[in-house]
């Protein structure tokens, strides 16, 4: 059992839990990600680490409350516990070496998995420019988190509710076309706004480095459920990602893929057993 040390509503459909979790805690690293389940009934549901503290033994994740688990999970107060976390999962971010400049591009709530990218190049002395991208200024989430770790914070809006108004893509083009002299790219959140962010740094050879999010079960390479297409080989992102060379991956492909269960996920959300007839919320 995993203890909810504190819950925080960062948003009215995204949620921050810390977790009693020493030993995870003991190995996480920026990339990794966890798979939890609610109860012995619930799914495997797999959420990026977003911080860690090794001294506390806690990992922090950050999630949205889009389907039945994860609407479960939000329900989940804190001093309630959680059934099973397994990790850290997944190949740690290399960024590489000698990056003295990177741009950290987050959309949505995957500026929570962009944080904790953004936050190990900072630790590395890497001048990091983050860009989060929001649809209006009630939903931006981390900001003062993001800053602490930057130093440049840039928030658009698609609105212009908040920060710029227009796309990340758009900002981070302009600072490329201003002289950002970028070494390291990292983009992290709906697959057509990695697709697009992988558009803008081609041009200029820009090492860019994308996060990917498939359908994923075991989180162990067994299922292959998360393959990928990546350099036109199949790779699985549990195992071999879930971060990959953005220029190499077949966004087309990912988003077909991702968009394979759409019906089934949404009638999940208020399910009738046909066994009982009873109805079974999220």
Not at 46 to 63: M, N, Q, V
Not at 125 to 143: N, P, Q, T
Not at 155 to 180: H, M, Q, R
Not at 217 to 245: E, L
């Amino acid at each position: 059992m995993f203890k909810i040390l504190k819950k925080r509503e960062l948003n009215e459909q995204v949620t921050l839990m810390e977790l009693d979790a020493p030993l995870i805690a003991k190995k996480a690293l920026a990339g990794q990600f966890i798979i939890f389940r609610t109860d012995e009934l619930g799914e495997r549901i797999p959420l990026t680490i977003a911080d860690y503290d090794r001294e506390k033994g806690s990992i922090t994740i950050i999630f949205q409350k889009v389907g039945k688990s994860t609407i479960q999970l939000g329900s989940m107060e804190e001093g309630d516990s959680i059934l099973d976390v397994v990790g850290p999962l997944g190949v740690p971010t290399h960024f590489g070496t000698d990056i003295k400049r990177a741009a950290v591009v987050g959309g949505g709530v995957g500026c929570a998995i962009a944080y904790p990218s953004a936050k190990a190049l900072n630790n590395m002395g890497v001048k990091v420019d983050i860009i989060a991208g929001f649809r209006s200024k009630d939903i931006v989430i981390l900001e003062d988190e993001m800053r602490a770790v930057s130093k440049n914070l840039y928030i658009t809006t698609d609105d212009g509710s908040y920060g710029t108004k227009g796309f990340v893509t758009n900002k981070l083009s302009e600072l490329i076309d201003s002289g950002a002299d970028y070494d390291l790219v990292v983009a992290i959140g709906p697959v057509p706004m990695m697709k697009f962010v992988c558009e803008v740094t081609k041009p200029h050879d820009i090492k860019t480095i994308v996060s990917l999010n498939p359908i994923m079960i075991d989180g162990t390479g067994m299922c292959g459920g998360c393959r990928v297409k990546v350099d036109g080989k199949t790779k699985y992102a549990c195992v071999d990602g879930p971060d990959f060379d953005g220029f190499k991956v077949d966004f087309d492909e990912l988003m077909r893929r991702n968009s394979a269960y759409k019906n089934q996920e949404n009638e999940s959300k208020t399910h009738i057993c046909r066994l009982t007839g009873g109805v079974r919320h999220g």
